[in-house]
C-alpha cells in the first residue's frame, strides 16, 4: 500500500508541531522518519496512523482519502519503543490477542488462530517460547514478539515508533539486521521513526530527514550521505567539522587553506561554511609556511583499524560560541608511522568540504 501526505499542518498550542509536509511512500518499501527529539517525526508517524488528528492537509492510503478514517479503519501494525506487551498474557497469547478480539464474523476459528500465531512465531523465530511470559523474556525477544502481535491481524501498514531505542546497542545491532532481512520476506509497507542515524542508514530504503516540523531531505541512505541538501543534513548524519570562511568566485578561504567550491562561482566575498567530515581531513607533520591549518594534537585515540585525533587550532578564528576543536581521522597503522605526541604542532588539511553560503544556512 502506498501512502501520500500532503500539505500537513499540526498545532499543539502555540508549537507548530508539522509545516506544511508532503511526504510519498511507495508500497512494500521501509522508510525511516529521521530527525532530533521534537523535530516532528512522531507526530507525523502518529497522524498517518490516526492516533493524531491534524489541523490541515490529508492522508491518502493507494489514492483513497483516509484523513477522517479511525484507527481500526486504517489497518495498521504498531510497535513501540516499550513494547505493550499484555504481562498477565503468555508469548501465544499476547500475539493471538489482536485477531481474538476481532468481530465475531471476522474472527478466524481457534484452529486457525493456534495456526497463524505458530506460523508467527516461527518467522520471528520465538516458536519455542509460546508458553513464556514477558517478564521471563529479554528486551530483545519482547520487541520480536511485539513485531509479531502487530503482524498478526495482516495490516496494510506497519509502524514502528522507535522499536529498539531501550535496549543495548548490540541487541539493537543485531534487531536492525533481523528487521531488514523479516521485511524483504514479508514487503509490507513499513515506516519506523528513529533520532539514530546508524539505524536509519543501516535499515531503511530511504530515509526522511525533518528538522523543526518540516522536511529537508528524502532520499536513498547512499543519497543522503554523499549529497547532503542542507547544512543540517550534513551536521546531523555523522560527525563533522564546521570552518568558517569567504567565498569569492569559486573560491573558498579557510585561513592559509583555499578550496574549489565551482558551485560558488557567482559568490563574491561572501561569509562561507565549509562542513568536513574527520575522515576527510589530512593531518600531516607542521613545517613551517606549508599550505595548511596550524593546530596543536591534544589526544589522540586509537581503537583497532582507526585513530582519532583531537585537534586544536592555533590561530583560532572561528567566531564566539562556536566550538574550535576539530576531530580527524586516520588509520592507525598511518598514526603510528608519523609517531604524533600530545602536544604537537600538526598541519591540517581538508581533502574534501561541502560548502554552504551563511545565508543558505538561515
Known amino acids: 500500500m502506498s501512502i501520500e501526505v500532503r500539505n500537513v499542518n499540526k498545532h499543539f498550542g502555540a508549537f507548530h508541531a508539522l509545516r506544511n509536509v508532503n511526504l510519498d511512500i511507495e508500497s512494500g518499501e521501509l522508510l525511516a522518519l529521521l530527525g532530533p527529539s521534537g523535530c516532528g517525526k512522531t507526530t507525523l508517524l502518529r497522524i498517518i496512523a490516526g492516533l493524531e488528528s491534524l489541523d490541515t492537509g490529508s492522508i491518502a492510503f493507494s489514492g483513497e482519502d483516509a484523513t477522517e478514517l479511525s484507527v481500526k479503519e486504517r489497518n495498521v501494525g504498531f510497535v513501540f519503543q516499550h513494547y505493550a506487551l499484555f504481562r498477565h498474557m503468555s508469548v501465544f497469547e499476547n500475539v493471538a490477542f489482536g485477531l481474538r478480539v476481532k468481530p465475531r464474523s471476522l474472527r478466524p476459528s481457534e484452529p486457525d488462530i493456534k495456526d497463524k500465531v505458530t506460523r508467527l512465531l516461527q518467522l520471528v523465530q520465538l516458536d ?3 508458553d513464556r511470559y514477558p517478564s521471563q523474556l529479554s528486551g530483545g525477544q519482547r520487541q520480536r514478539i511485539a513485531l ?6 495482516e495490516p496494510k501498514v506497519l509502524l514502528l515508533d522507535e522499536p529498539f531505542g531501550a535496549l543495548d546497542a548490540k541487541v539493537r545491532k ?14 509490507v509497507t513499513s515506516i519506523f521513526v528513529t533520532h539514530d542515524q546508524e539505524e536509519a542508514l543501516e ?9 523543526s516540523g518540516v522536511i ?5 541512505p547512499q543519497d543522503v550521505w554523499d549529497h547532503p541538501a542542507s547544512p543540517f543534513v550534513y551536521g546531523f548524519l555523522g560527525d563533522v567539522n564546521l570552518f568558517h570562511g569567504r567565498a569569492d568566485n569559486g573560491v573558498v578561504s579557510l585561513e592559509s587553506v583555499k578550496l574549489m567550491s565551482p558551485e560558488h562561482h557567482d559568490a563574491q566575498d561572501l561569509a562561507a561554511l565549509a562542513y568536513v567530515r574527520p575522515h576527510d581531513l589530512e593531518v600531516t607533520r607542521y613545517v613551517s609556511g606549508a599550505p595548511g591549518i596550524v593546530a596543536e594534537l591534544q589526544r589522540a585515540i586509537v581503537v583497532g583499524p582507526i585513530a582519532r585525533l583531537e585537534l586544536w587550532p592555533t590561530d583560532n578564528r572561528q567566531p564566539e560560541g562556536h566550538d574550535p576543536l576539530i576531530e580527524a581521522q586516520m588509520p592507525a597503522e598511518q598514526f603510528r608511522e608519523f609517531g604524533f ?8 588539511f581538508p581533502k574534501k568540504a561541502r560548502v554552504f553560503l551563511q545565508s543558505q544556512c538561515k
Open 174 to 187: 543485531e534487531l536492525r539486521r533481523w528487521l531488514r532481512r523479516l521485511h524483504d520476506d514479508l514487503h
Open 216 to 220: 529537508e531531505q528524502v532520499g536513498t
Open 148 to 153: 509479531a502481535r502487530a503482524l498478526a491481524v
Open 341 to 348: 605526541k600530545d602536544g604537537e604542532k600538526v598541519l591540517i
Open 128 to 130: 519455542w517460547l509460546a
Open 203 to 211: 535499515v531503511a530504503d530511504r530515509v526522511v530527514l525533518m528538522n
